[in-house]
């Protein structure tokens, strides 16, 4: 028996046996199809279309579905397209929702009604305007600067960013679907309180979420490759830009929690019944649930025009005139002297509590995940038939921890952070 | 050979995509080894029940308190044999009291406790020898924020708090902390080596305050028994010749003063090991805020209000137990060097402030923010009087300048900017 060939037939058998699976790695690990910034813009763009309904001299141009608003000008015929997530609806319920704010027959005949959709059409919506006010002001700005990037974009980056668009798409699609579902139903049994929205209520959810991730994925190349190095300084122009950039991540960030405090919270994907109509049918919505949201969006109020606006076209959100910065000083004829206005201060109270934000923020999504956010608010709020010290006191030592993180969370740091946010903006 | 080489190599194979599987799907995000160990210690003290024999001193009697009682008198009885019409009996006993409404005799005693601490019937302080064991359980467990002592002559200063309030202080910070225990990663060994010394030196002082515990609870409720056991010493603190007759009791202690002695020394040695075990407390819990701070937030946490009380109480209660005053807590010199820091920033708030026009609206401003923030400025309580004047004169040293730029500096920039006080850089 030759030995020697014993081993090196084994040896190529082990070789080739290990060669297999290296090779698959090796294949699934470089088999993506590698992505640019063009290409994401492309994806974005194609999306837009997908749905878009247009408006040509006024007249609506019906698709199957409405989402980016797109107007073309009566004069130069040049289409614009809006690039936010609007979401719009057909037939009957479209009727009543336009501006339910003030839909006070609605709201006299059946209140708890009123609140549901409220909260669903109204608030929900709010939470996407936030959220790609971002994209919409800011990615211009980024792809505009592809060329400049191209040697410092990483790979992995741009391809994360594209597979977040396409998880987007994948939502919108599924959303669409069940809204249809929902308008015909409403068509076929008219507009009341039996319809279920349960579904539709879980998929918006789920648009909402892959929204926020697809921009805060956006948000976080955006920094990271053109804005991480800029500072305030004597650039009147750029403290602007800067500026603006950051009340437009204010939004961004503040949509995201209020989501999670508010409405996410009350989701239960498992359950027929989705909590939140449950919550709204079972008692005082707007004390429980809109107040403290409302509370949250409020602050940004401020005395001066609500942020809170409905959606007829009229700007809700503030920008850097609405600031003035250091650099600026203000002759007060009275006293004959330049006065510095005192907003700086308060913009770099904001940025200190902006950096608490962002330490803790991924904390608190983490715990959030982990824990039983809807049993917790169940018994915070009051619906639970089980007392605050009972329910705390049947918590195992892991899931009182996680509770004080997330207490922690909200009632100090996004707390101090709105609170902070609100400041810029006094006069 | 072949059956040898195949097996080998399929084991190594095996143990290659095992341990892959274990950094792939088992790997613990994060390290619960400093959570876990304070989680034994949160429940050692449970089980040995401190807490709860605290709870039973507080409403333990026999400490010296003075109990008066009523009996609600029906008929006097003439003393037999007596010629005196105003000499009467109570129960078989002897009392000179004045009748003005004919007979009565005592049917029913209505025992009504009123227990004052020391008191005699006027509501002077019976003797100066009682305020020991009354001023000791003030300092270790009054409930509530402040025990004042300006009513107390012989131990002067403002309000104090009791060890078990500032105990319930320190379990909030322990709190906080500990929450964020639970996703420490990676927590090296020397750190966590530290905390398992701390928390050692903990659970020994724990068991020494149960051991004192016990001390105390059971003298104190021998020592009751022995005086119930006896004739209470009885004096009519009054007569209400209408319908009452008073009597007062007293726990022997003006007649049993080595009883009294021995549990005022007990009490005073409780003190001592309480005190001990709250510093060991305090270390644990910085041992827990340092680990927290490295392993959850890179070395460094952004402070916020809530951070900065809870630091605040962590470094007044250290400092306050360490004094070699009297037992109090919270002490003047604490509150005095809070005054101190905060006129010392207010003194350099312009090296640190870009100040424009408006200066003095500017330090008006921040004068009456850290007066009502003065609690807060917990940082600077590390920095000597001596110093502080060093550093305002211009006439620190260099050693001093740097430590004040590097640490100090920085801190005095956040907690100015935590109020709104607004400061570039610094």
Redesign the interface.
């Known amino acids: 028996m030759d030995?020697a060939y014993?081993?090196v037939s084994?040896l190529k058998k082990?070789f080739g046996?290990?060669l297999i699976p290296i090779l698959m790695v090796g294949v699934f690990a470089g088999c993506g199809k590698k992505h640019t910034l063009s290409d994401v813009h492309k994806l974005y763009t194609h999306i837009v279309d997908k749905y878009s309904y247009a408006v040509e001299n006024n007249d609506l141009k019906e698709k199957d579905s409405y989402f980016f608003e797109s107007v073309v000008n009566s004069d130069t015929e040049k289409e614009t397209t809006g690039v936010s997530l609007d979401i719009e609806y057909k037939g009957e319920l479209a009727e009543f929702l336009p501006d339910i704010a003030s839909n006070s027959a609605l709201k006299t005949s059946d209140p708890k009604l009123y609140n549901r959709y409220y909260a669903l059409i109204y608030i929900e919506q709010k939470l996407l305007d936030w959220t790609f006010n971002y994209y919409k002001n800011w990615a211009p700005n980024m792809y505009a600067s592809e060329e400049l990037l191209k040697n410092d974009l990483e790979q992995e980056d741009v391809d994360n960013l594209y597979s977040k668009l396409e998880k987007l798409d994948e939502a919108i699609e599924a959303f669409s679907a069940e809204k249809s579902k929902a308008e015909d139903e409403i068509d076929a049994i008219s507009f009341d309180g039996a319809i279920n929205l349960t579904s539709f209520t879980y998929y918006y959810n789920d648009l909402i979420e892959a929204s926020f991730d697809f921009v805060n994925t956006f948000r976080d190349m955006h920094v990271k490759y053109i804005w991480d190095t800029y500072t305030f300084g004597d650039n009147a122009e750029q403290n602007k830009l800067l500026l603006n950039r950051m009340i437009d991540e204010a939004y961004l960030n503040i949509a995201q929690i209020i989501y999670l405090e508010n409405v996410k919270a009350f989701e239960y994907s498992e359950c027929d019944l989705n909590p939140l109509l449950s919550l709204i049918d079972g008692g005082d919505y707007s004390q429980i649930i809109v107040s403290p949201l409302l509370t949250s969006v409020n602050k940004l109020a401020n005395g001066k025009e609500a942020v809170l606006k409905n959606r007829s076209g009229v700007v809700d959100f503030y920008r850097a005139d609405d600031i003035v910065l250091?650099t600026d000083y203000k002759y007060d004829a009275t006293s004959d002297?330049?006065?510095?206005e005192?907003y700086?201060?308060?913009l770099?109270?904001y940025i200190?509590?902006l950096?608490?934000f962002n330490?803790k923020v991924g904390?608190y999504k983490?715990?959030y995940s982990e824990f039983d956010v809807y049993e917790y608010n169940q018994v915070r709020l009051g619906f639970s038939a089980t007392d605050m010290d009972t329910y705390v006191n049947s918590l195992d030592?892991?899931e009182?921890?996680?509770m004080?993180?997330l207490q922690?969370f909200s009632n100090?740091?996004f707390a101090?952070y709105i609170e902070n946010f609100v400041?810029i903006f006094n006069n | 050979?072949?059956h040898f080489?195949?097996i080998s190599?399929t084991l190594v194979?095996l143990a290659i995509i095992g341990v892959a599987c274990y950094f792939f799907f088992f790997k613990p995000d994060s390290d619960l080894k400093t959570?876990n160990s304070l989680?034994d210690t949160?429940d050692y003290r449970e089980n040995i029940g401190v807490d709860a024999k605290l709870n039973s001193l507080i409403s333990a009697d026999g400490h010296g308190q003075r109990k008066v009682v009523f009996y609600k008198v029906e008929k006097f009885v003439p003393r037999e044999g007596s010629t005196n019409t105003a000499d009467f009996v109570v129960g078989g006993q002897g009392y000179d009291y004045v009748i003005t409404n004919g007979e009565k005799e005592i049917i029913k005693t209505e025992e009504i406790d009123f227990v004052h601490d020391f008191l005699d019937s006027s509501g002077n302080l019976v003797s100066s020898n009682y305020a020991s064991i009354v001023d000791y359980r003030n300092v270790l467990f009054t409930d509530g924020d402040a025990v004042n002592w300006d009513s107390v002559d012989y131990i002067s200063g403002t309000n104090r708090y009791s060890y078990m309030v500032i105990e319930k202080g320190l379990d909030e910070i322990f709190?906080?902390y500990?929450?964020?225990?639970?996703?420490c990663d990676g927590v090296k060994n020397s750190s966590q080596k530290a905390m398992d010394k701390a928390i050692k030196e903990y659970r020994k002082a724990l068991e020494n305050f149960n051991t004192q515990l016990n001390n105390v609870l059971t003298y104190q409720l021998s020592y009751q028994l022995e005086t119930t056991e006896a004739a209470p010493v009885k004096t009519v603190a009054s007569v209400n010749d209408i319908d009452y007759m008073t009597e007062s009791y007293e726990y022997q202690l003006d007649s049993n003063s080595s009883a009294r002695t021995e549990l005022t020394a007990r009490y005073l040695e409780l003190i001592k090991v309480y005190r001990n075990t709250l510093l060991k407390y305090c270390d644990v819990i910085d041992n827990l805020k340092n680990i927290v701070v490295d392993y959850?937030?890179g070395g460094e946490?952004?402070i916020?209000?809530?951070t900065v009380k809870l630091d605040l109480t962590l470094e007044a209660v250290r400092a306050a137990l360490k004094t070699n005053d009297n037992e109090n807590v919270v002490s003047d010199r604490i509150n005095a060097k809070l005054d101190d820091a905060s006129v010392f920033i207010s003194g350099q708030i312009g090296n640190i402030v870009e100040l424009?026009?408006?200066e003095d609206e500017l330090l008006a401003k921040y004068n009456s923010v850290v007066g009502n923030a003065k609690d807060d400025l917990v940082s600077i309580l590390n920095l000597t009087n001596a110093e502080m004047n060093d550093i305002a004169d211009n006439s620190a040293t260099e050693e001093l300048e740097s430590k004040y730029n590097a640490t100090y500096l920085p801190k005095i920039v956040?907690i100015l900017?935590?109020y709104?006080?607004?400061?570039?850089g610094g």
Do not use: W
Request: proline share 0%; no cysteine.
């Open positions: 030995l014993l081993e084994m082990i046996v290990l250091k002297k330049y006065v510095a005192t700086n201060d308060r770099v109270d200190y509590y950096k608490a330490q904390i983490k715990v030592r892991v009182r921890a996680n004080v993180l922690d100090e740091t101090n400041k | 050979m072949k080489l195949r190599v194979v959570f989680s949160i709190d906080y500990f929450a964020y225990a639970q996703i959850v937030f946490l952004i916020e209000a809530k424009n026009e408006n956040e900017n935590l709104g006080f607004g400061v570039f």
